[in-house]
């Protein structure tokens, strides 16, 4: 089975324009998801020269930048700026802020404004229900619940994905994102818990084209990758 087989979208997570490019090249991916971490671990040094350079160059595909601040008044306001950047833009919200206030009450403004919020860092089915609940009846939003990080802290993401996504076809405004994939699994995974995207880093997008091989085929070519390394290595035990 090839991913072009499933029905979960593919989503390119980074903040490198040239991966971001070729990862909309692929063919593969349907859409793109930033976040302050991967921005720093880019080196990026302008916020909106960023977006604007991304928008330009994956045009035509939905992409989501984060807000920065950390109190709600200065996230709207960033919010409002980002979403004028384009139609295509959702703008990412964090489900509550550092102190752990709900930013339910924002994203309810902000949906019923017409902004397309993608609210991120969710781990429970109680915060799925409360945002489900304040969104704007007929819009198109993205629920990013981090089943990598869940797993991250020994528990298994797919009994909440699965109850996630009923939930969020069942509102019919919040597609269910798997978030923090750490493995080309995680797509299968996600795919058969009926997650409508997954957004993956360009290592384990790298690692698609390997589906299909066998695990006989594995186990040569990672001989095969060791003994390349020892000659390159150079080294004799005897």
């Known amino acids: ?35 302050p971490s991967l921005m ?22 939905p992409i989501s930048f984060e807000v920065f601040a950390d109190d709600f008044d200065t996230m709207e306001k960033e919010a409002k700026k980002i979403s004028s950047l384009g139609d295509n833009v959702f703008v990412k919200i964090p489900i509550t802020n550092t ?3 709900s930013s339910v009450p924002l994203i309810k403004k902000l949906s019923a404004e017409g902004i397309k919020v993608n609210i991120t ?8 229900k409360d945002v489900l609940a304040v969104l704007k009846p007929g819009s ?6 981090f089943a990598g990080r869940l797993a991250d802290i020994g528990i298994d993401p797919t009994p909440l994905m699965k109850k996630a996504a009923e939930l969020c076809h069942e509102n019919g405004n919040g597609w269910l994102l798997w978030a923090s994939c750490r493995e080309v699994i995680n797509v299968f995974e996600a795919d058969n818990c009926g997650c409508d995207i997954i957004t993956c880093t360009s290592p384990v997008i790298d690692k698609f084209p390997l589906i299909g091989t066998t695990p006989e085929e594995r186990s040569l070519q990672t001989v095969q990758d060791f003994n390349r390394d020892v000659r390159a290595l150079g080294f004799s035990i005897l």
């Open 99 to 101: 102190k752990g206030v």
């Open 140 to 145: 198109n939003n993205i629920i990013s619940i």
């Open 121 to 128: 860092a969710m781990f429970t089915l109680q915060q799925v």
């Open 1 to 35: 089975m090839k991913i072009s087989d499933l029905n979960v979208k593919v989503y390119a997570d980074g903040a490198v324009i040239d991966d971001m490019v070729k990862a909309k090249e692929s063919g593969v991916v349907k859409g793109f998801t930033t976040n």
């Open 40 to 61: 720093k671990k880019a080196g990026v040094k302008d916020y909106v020269d960023f977006a604007k350079e991304a928008l330009a160059k994956v045009t035509g595909m």
